[in-house]
């Protein structure tokens, strides 16, 4: 691309910019002749280039039009000359500058260092680093904080919070786990990485698979269910916090478990379609936390009976079935998909309004929904089906559950 300008200084900043990302490439840039707004300023371009090249920073090649000489490019010669007419600082010698403070640091494991050279590697070049700019140093020992507090709650199975509360009490800062949560967690996952279930999960679900959420959930089930052997009031689901529901039993024998990701299509199943407690229904919330995670392979396992899992068809609802299926596999227990498979993608499936990271083939392994994984991961089409375009239906085992479009609202 040509790159023309009307002012030596961004021109002479748009050198630097790109010797800081290439190195040693011949660098040229153009005056754009067409667009000075008058003589005069076109006259004070010129002067400087020209006194810059008599320091040596830059070379100008010339070509007469038109009876008159113009400059056909100009290269740079010597970066130092034009670091020093701008009154700038190379951007390795800023990047090593900004992270001294954090490399300083003794409260910090050793593998900080080689990922603080990655950074300072990219910042040296004027690239940021996930989604960090380069000198954004207190940005990134914000996020490094921020990382260190997720891995000891991992090790602590600490109590659900919502982003603000954990933000402000590790780094005094409500909004810094919004602002940072891509480099927070990319953090987490190079230091800590025992703290991340899955290195696929995007940002969001490993902050909820933490308990960190951006408002906290209570723990909602449906079915007959004792609190410390107390029965619950006839309602159709119940809520508890996620802290204390490992001491959730359920009542009698059910005919199915079944998890589901998303609310409305909970409260639906629960009123509509579990209003006699057969079943047991468990609401995730999404990713659901660890707590809550270890509080529904217990009940599953109390009740005895078979498990199905009912989400989106999309990439994150796929990441958060295998997350489910792991977690019961450790006790045994199969997770079977309900309403979620390739017949109901190709009917009722739409074209994702957003994009989303694509699921990589062969990820899933030997999952109950590995072909349906790798089906979508090589879908150009990228269709998806949210489980709230399906109304309920009670899952049997050997079956995925009868497949019927949800009514118009």
Sequence with gaps: MVRRFTDASALVADLLDRHEARGGVRLLAHVDYHGFRSIADQDDCLAQLQALERAGGVVLKSERSDGAERILHVRLADADVLYRHLGRSPAARAAAASLAGLRGRADLPDSLAPLLDEVQDRWSRNVGWSLLRPGQSEALSRAVDLAAALARRANAGAAAVDYRTFSRRTVGDSKALELLATAVVDILARLFPDAVPDPDLEAGEVLSSLGVTRLPQPFLA????????????????????????????????????LTIENHTSFVRHAAEINAGKSGLVIYTGGFPARTSLAAMVELAMRAGAPVFHWGDIDPGGLRIFVHLERALRERGLPLMPHLMDAGLLRSHGQPAGRPTRRLPVGKAGDSALGALWDMMAGDPAGLELEQEALDPSAPRPGRTGRIRPAASL
């Design 222 to 257: 449906s079915g007959a269910l004792t609190l410390d052997g107390h029965a619950f009031p006839d309602m159709p689901y119940v809520g508890v916090p996620p802290e204390i529901a490992h001491r959730l039993t359920p009542a009698r024998p059910v005919d199915y478990v």
